[in-house]
């Protein structure tokens, strides 16, 4: 197992930048559902260390699921899938200028021809993105459902 990472000589409270370093570090596995004990292996911060900031993680996600919680999902929601809208636009008016250059253009042919496949494919993968996001309920929309798959049992 790792040295303690709390800071650099193992001892006492860590500056703020290995703070920062540490929440960066354990916000992912906290995310994931790692649990303590295994956060606290993977990184070798100590138990303690971890389990302070996984509260810190709780309180946020509590404070954050109030009445606005749910508004602010679904505007994150619009607002990143107006930010996709906008790169897919810019990724096809490229394409729409990479065919005709390929039209006139005789010996860049191929590699104009490569270049609209990968942006057909960034294009296609940025929908599904859309798609996923855009169909991805939000937590009330998720508590309802359970609530309606409990009154049904």
């Known amino acids: 197992m790792e040295e303690n990472k709390t800071n650099r000589n193992g001892k006492g409270r860590p500056s ?3 703070q920062l ?11 994931r559902g790692l649990s303590v004990y295994a956060a606290a292996d993977k990184t070798g911060y100590s138990i303690n260390t971890v389990k302070k900031y996984y509260r810190n993680f709780y309180k946020e996600a509590r404070n954050m699921e109030g009445q606005d919680f749910a508004q602010e999902c679904k505007d994150r929601i619009v607002s990143t899938c107006l930010g996709i809208d906008r790169e897919i636009s810019k990724l096809e008016k490229i394409r729409e200028e990479i065919e005709l250059k390929s039209q006139n253009s005789g010996a860049q042919y191929i590699q104009l021809c490569k270049l609209r496949i990968n942006l057909s494919d960034s294009i296609s993968d940025l929908h599904m993105k859309r798609l996923g996001i855009a169909n991805s309920p939000t937590y009330d929309e998720m508590l309802a459902a ?8």
């Open 16 to 18: 703020k930048p290995e």
């Open 21 to 31: 370093e540490i929440e960066r570090t354990l916000r992912p596995l906290f995310m």
């Open 146 to 153: 359970l609530k309606k798959i409990r009154e049904q049992k």
